[in-house]
């Protein structure tokens, strides 16, 4: 390819001053596409089974249940969140470094890998040959495409990784950037390798599991288990990371917010990479097969060094967002920087919504829930599914829905469809996110198991008495499970109108401040740094970030407390 033809492959972001490169540009728009496909199919699995869990309809029979409850957790916890973050490593890698795509066509050929296997994997589940849920426990069988569709997506993924690595190399050898690379760069690069770690871990338990369905060789289910979490579990973390990466890209689009210290940022990131993956043992301590001091070791000690990083971005991230509202005048009190913020921006509310929720919600849950003793009370209850549905759906999801209200405008150059409709949309979905998980995590401390088909235990042998306030709050699980379900539909309906009749984004349109433009597109805020302002605003610090954190540290100790408090209910000593 001549340079000239080379350069034909850019072109020039009128609001960020990004080269954006075209082949890069279009797996971006084809793999948010099909991810926003993967949503629906998985929101539609969702609204069967809240409607089947509240008691009170209990709609689907249970082969239908564990059939649509499979279909979910795939097309949810991997086809979306995958295929969007395929894209952000697109993004992050040849676009923010304003490279050329190292291989456009295996590019390519990963994508047509992933779509297959995901193609073949939901064909498995619809079609009643793959009923063994999310995680597939032997000696559950599944049809050997089914395995076959999970090896091809994985491939297709780690193909994909590799390019984004080969990006990085491209852009330092053609010197593309100068100095380190941008901490959204970093932070993606970050996913990168604990998508590597991920991915082989799901080689090592997918292949052998794949000749085990073709009556080859023997799976030993407690191995099976072990390593599957090493996919499993920390498939989430480059969820983690990838999520972390765009709240500080959207809080530098929507309000000019900085990174405090990068160093700090980036050391965060880097223990993510050493010790998030720990985190998977929580899944396991209700095994006999792994000794007391691994489940001590992996649930305590080294694991918080991963909780800290958490902590680290949970505090810069907001103090950059405080630094920046402060930086452009809000600097009354110590919540105008808040109050001022645009909420009617969607990319800025569900991006704070992501945040808190993830936090104050996720967070918590989290650490407590990956505490050996309280675990122990609590993993095979309603409380785990309602803790991961605060940090993938309340977190990720709606961070990466926040996000895509920019990729709309900047990436396929369209404005946002039903433009009203999409200010609302992270307080419908953020909303019933948080009131589904709170009825979760209750309806498991009642003792609600987590992934038996009826509540009640009809036709158990033995009698199951649940406390009458499992009723109430199983309506508020319904309700929020509802809302939940229609905030993505809402968010589905906007990403199709808008890609494919969406009216585009023209300079005519920026300069008028045309409907479906967020406000950070019509008018990117500026970063001061400098002057007799800027100094006074950095002396003074982040005083309002400051007071939510000591909030959150009240919360966590409040809520660690009760839980130890409950368990000595029911575990007497003397």
């Known amino acids: 390819m001549t340079v000239e033809s080379l350069a034909q492959r850019f072109r020039l972001c009128p609001v960020t001053g990004l080269k954006v490169n075209r082949d890069s540009e279009l797996l971006i728009q084809a793999n948010a596409v099909v991810a926003v496909v993967a949503m629906l199919v998985g929101a539609l699995a969702a609204i069967g089974l809240v409607l089947t869990r509240w008691q009170a309809i209990h709609l689907l029979p249970a082969d239908q249940y564990y059939r649509y409850l499979t279909a979910h957790g795939l097309n949810m916890l991997i086809f979306w969140v995958i295929f969007f973050e395929m894209a952000v490593l697109y993004f992050a890698g040849p676009v923010v470094l304003g490279c050329r795509q190292p291989a456009p066509k295996l590019a390519w050929g990963a994508f047509a890998l992933m779509v297959v296997g995901a193609i073949m994997v939901d064909a498995m589940v619809f079609t009643g040959r793959a009923d063994v849920l999310f995680t597939s426990y032997p000696p559950l069988r599944a049809d050997p495409n089914y395995y076959l569709g999970v090896i091809l997506f994985a491939v297709g993924a780690l193909i994909a990784v590799g390019l984004f690595f080969a990006s990085l190399v491209v852009a330092k050898r053609e010197k593309t950037y100068t100095g380190s690379v941008p901490l959204v760069t970093f932070g993606a690069t970050t996913a990168a390798i604990i998508a590597v770690i991920t991915l082989l871990h799901g080689a090592a338990v997918y292949i052998p599991t794949w000749l ?106 907001p103090a950059g967002i405080e630094t920046g509202q402060r930086l452009r005048g809000y600097t009354g009190g110590l919540f105008e920087w808040l109050r001022k913020a645009p909420w009617s921006d969607p990319g800025f509310s569900g991006m704070w919504l992501s945040l808190v929720i993830f936090g104050f919600m996720g967070g918590i849950t989290g650490v407590t829930l990956g505490t050996e003793q309280i675990n122990i009370m609590a993993h095979n209850t309603l409380r785990i599914p309602g803790h991961f549905h605060t940090t993938v759906v309340g977190g990720t999801t709606l961070a990466f829905m926040a996000v895509s209200y920019y990729v709309l405008p900047l990436i396929f150059q369209k404005r946002v469809a039903f433009w009203g409709m999409a200010r609302l949309q992270p307080y419908v979905f953020g909303g019933g996110i948080v009131a589904m998980a709170i009825g979760m995590i209750f309806m498991g401390i009642l003792g609600m198991p987590r992934r038996h088909w009826d509540s009640s235990f009809a036709g158990a042998p033995f009698a199951v008495e649940l406390p009458p306030a499992g009723e109430l709050v199983q309506v508020l699980f319904g309700v929020g499970g509802l809302l939940a379900a229609t905030g993505a539909l809402m968010f589905i309906a906007i990403a199709v109108v808008t890609v494919f009749f969406g009216k585009p984004v023209t300079a005519e349109a920026l300069a008028t401040g045309a409907s479906g433009i967020p406000q950070g597109v019509l008018k990117l805020p500026a970063q001061v740094h400098t002057g007799e302002h800027a100094e006074r605003v950095h002396r003074e610090g982040v005083k309002g970030t400051v007071v939510l954190v000591a909030i959150f540290f009240l919360c966590f100790i409040l809520y660690y407390f009760t839980n130890w408090k409950m368990l000595s209910f029911l575990w007497k000593v003397g």
């Open 212 to 317: 085990w369905s073709l009556d080859i060789g023997n799976i030993d289910p407690q191995v099976y288990r072990m390593v599957w979490w090493g996919l499993g579990h920390s498939s989430q973390q480059i969820n983690v990371a990838a999520m972390v990466s765009v709240w500080y890209l959207l809080g530098g689009l929507t309000v000019g917010g900085v990174v405090l210290n990068e160093k700090v940022s980036r050391m965060a990131f880097v223990l993510y990479v050493l010790f998030i993956s720990m985190a998977s043992a929580h899944h396991l301590l209700v095994d006999p097969g792994m000794g007391s001091a691994w489940k001590i070791w992996n649930t305590s000690y080294a694991m918080y060094l991963a909780v800290l990083a958490s902590m680290v971005h949970g505090f810069t991230v």
